[in-house]
């Protein structure tokens, strides 16, 4: 079983940045697409982004459109996501996921990420 590893979360500040990475533990592992998603105290997980492994088609959440980035970096195996302009309603666990053609089946631990007001 194909396990993610996220980092790069931590505490912010309402307005800053942050940007969180995500590799596969195993060596052989293969996607159409990754994403990102998050799950906030008492509320269901949610999509935030996600990026087409070999094209690099962004996708993102209304909620995060224009403050955060996803990348890949297909040599190195692994993606990225920038997150700008922080807010509070960040605030989440946030998990990397792999997706192939028949659904997300791939996920990380997650990685705290939050942002102080």
């Known amino acids: 079983q194909v396990r993610l590893v996220e980092s790069g979360g931590g505490l912010v500040q309402a307005g800053g940045s942050l940007r969180l990475s995500c590799a596969p533990s195993?060596?052989?592992?293969?996607?159409?697409?990754m994403g990102w998603f998050r799950q906030a105290p008492g509320k269901e997980r949610e999509f935030v982004a996600s990026?087409?492994?070999?094209?690099?088609?962004?996708h993102y959440a209304d909620s995060v459109k224009g403050r955060f980035t996803i990348s890949r970096d297909r040599v190195k195996n692994a993606l990225y996501l920038q997150m700008t302009s922080l807010n509070p309603e960040d605030t989440a666990v946030y998990y990397c996921?792999?997706?192939?053609?028949?659904?997300?089946?791939?996920w990380g631990q997650g990685t705290q990420v939050t942002v102080s007001s």
């Open positions: 990026i087409t492994w070999v094209v690099g088609t962004p």
């Open positions: 195993a060596r052989t592992f293969s996607r159409s697409a």
């Open positions: 996921a792999g997706q192939t053609n028949i659904a997300w089946q791939y």
